[in-house]
Antibody, heavy 115, light 106 residues
Framework: EVQLVESGGGLVQPGRSLKLSCVAS????????MNWIRQAPGKGLEWVAY????????YYAETVKGRFTISRDNAKNTLYLQMTSLRSEDTALYYC????????WGQGVMVTVSS | DIQMTQSPSLLSASVGDRVTLNCKAS??????LNWYQQKLGEAPKLLIY???NLQTGIPSRFSGSGSGTDYTLTISSLQPEDVATYYC????????FGAGTKLELK
């Protein structure tokens, strides 16, 4: 069974940093590209970032480019999102999701940016 | 960026109705479009991939169609458990979601 479990969220002040993790199981992690997708409270879905299976290709939404860094450790079956210079508008539930056209999603981890 | 416009934003229908949800792209997305269902408090679930392919385990009352800039999700006979928000998602370039269609029972 494919499982994606996010962690690392919480309450953080504007301008600070936070690092999210997503541990994958039930499939060969190193064979799949991965995404981070977020959803602000009561709002729709926003794609954030994508990393290919071997980390050769990385793409970001314009809203996070230069502030967020997506990475992965295939030996640990883990996807990361390093978030810096956080803003109130980054407050959202962050999902990790498998593949370019995401087929499996985690349950999400909440990030709240507030003073 | 490719803009995805979903219509209607809110749809009320009765059990057994045939329901059609629309998604229009601002440019050709070459059928690189998925449909997702999100129930309250849950993660999105993939229903349809590459315009018209039913994801494993999804009931056959769901179907997708389209090409170019215009795409459609159809539910052939609405069931109570289909109450949810539905999102289209293009991954042709600079991935983007539509704003969603909220489907409720009349």
């Amino acid at each position: 069974e494919v499982q994606l479990v996010e962690s690392g969220g919480g309450l953080v002040q504007p301008g600070r940093s936070l690092k999210l993790s997503c541990v994958a199981s039930g499939f060969t992690f190193s064979n799949y590209g991965m995404n981070w997708i977020r959803q602000a409270p009561g709002k729709g879905l926003e794609w954030v970032a994508y990393i290919s299976s071997g980390s050769s290709y990385i793409y970001y939404a314009e809203t996070v480019k230069g502030r967020f860094t997506i990475s992965r450790d295939n030996a640990k079956n883990t996807l990361y999102l390093q978030m810096t210079s956080l803003r109130s508008e980054d407050t959202a539930l962050y999902y990790c999701a498998r593949r370019v056209g995401p087929d499996y999603w985690g349950q999400g981890v909440m990030v709240t940016v507030s003073s | 960026d490719i803009q995805m416009t979903q219509s209607p934003s809110l749809l009320s229908a009765s059990v057994g109705d045939r329901v059609t949800l629309n998604c229009k792209a601002s440019q050709n997305i070459n059928k690189n479009l998925n449909w997702y269902q999100q129930k309250l408090g849950e993660a999105p679930k993939l229903l349809i991939y590459y315009t018209n392919n039913l994801q494993t385990g999804i009931p056959s009352r769901f179907s997708g169609s389209g090409s170019g800039t215009d795409y459609t999700l159809t539910i052939s006979s609405l069931q109570p458990e289909d109450v949810a928000t539905y999102y289209c998602y293009q991954y042709n370039s600079g991935p983007t979601f539509g704003a969603g269609t909220k489907l409720e029972l009349k």
